[in-house]
């Protein structure tokens, strides 16, 4: 849920692509990122007293801070792996969109500049998403179009977007 977060980041790195959905404003985003970050701490202190108490036997608070910190830590690596993985899904679109249009403008023999061809690509890609959030299919659209980008890699098959 709160992966929009890291996407915020990358839209000031440059990646002008990158697609934060359109909900993740005001206090969606305030209550999504404290109700995520308590959680993430929940779980590592629930985790680890758990683990310590049942397996360990011990109850003394120096034996289960440290591991509270451990699966803190572990919880925040999966939760950054996560962020990753979703970053990546819309990389993989983005570029097999970016690369059907680089394919379609030459055929058609259209001069385009490099900037010109990522602004477009840019513009469809987000476009894209945005009709798949409004259907409430965002997470399956891109899915299925990352798991199509990754299939087709090196071919030009034409995307929904192209035809729209």
């Known amino acids: ?6 996407f915020e980041r ?6 002008s692509w990158v697609y934060i959905p359109m909900r993740w404003k005001g206090s ?3 209550t999504v990122l404290t109700v995520s970050r308590l959680l ?3 779980i590592a202190a629930s985790g680890t007293a758990l683990f310590v108490v049942h397996y360990l036997h011990r109850r003394q608070l120096w034996v289960v801070l440290p591991a509270v910190f451990i699966l803190a830590v572990v919880a925040a690596r999966l939760e950054r792996l996560w962020t990753h993985l979703r970053y990546r899904q819309q990389e ?4 097999r969109l970016y690369d059907a ?3 379609r403008l030459e055929q058609e023999g259209k001069d385009y500049t ?5 602004n477009l690509a840019t513009y469809q890609h987000q476009q894209q ?5 409004e259907a409430s299919e965002f997470l399956p659209a891109l899915n299925r179009e990352s798991r199509e980008a990754k299939q087709g890699r090196g071919s030009s098959a034409s995307t929904p977007l192209m035809e729209a």
């Not at 849920?1 to 890291?6: E, F, K, N, S, T």
Request: charged share 30%; hydrophobic share 35%; aromatic share 8%.
């Open 114 to 118: 490099e900037a010109q061809l990522r």
């Open 129 to 133: 998403l945005r009709k798949s959030e």
């Open 101 to 103: 249009l680089h394919d």
């Open 10 to 15: 990358q839209l000031r790195r440059g990646k």
């Open 40 to 42: 993430l701490l929940a």
């Open 92 to 95: 993989d679109v983005y570029y």
């Open 1 to 6: 849920m709160a992966y929009p977060a890291a």
């Open 28 to 30: 969606h985003k305030s």
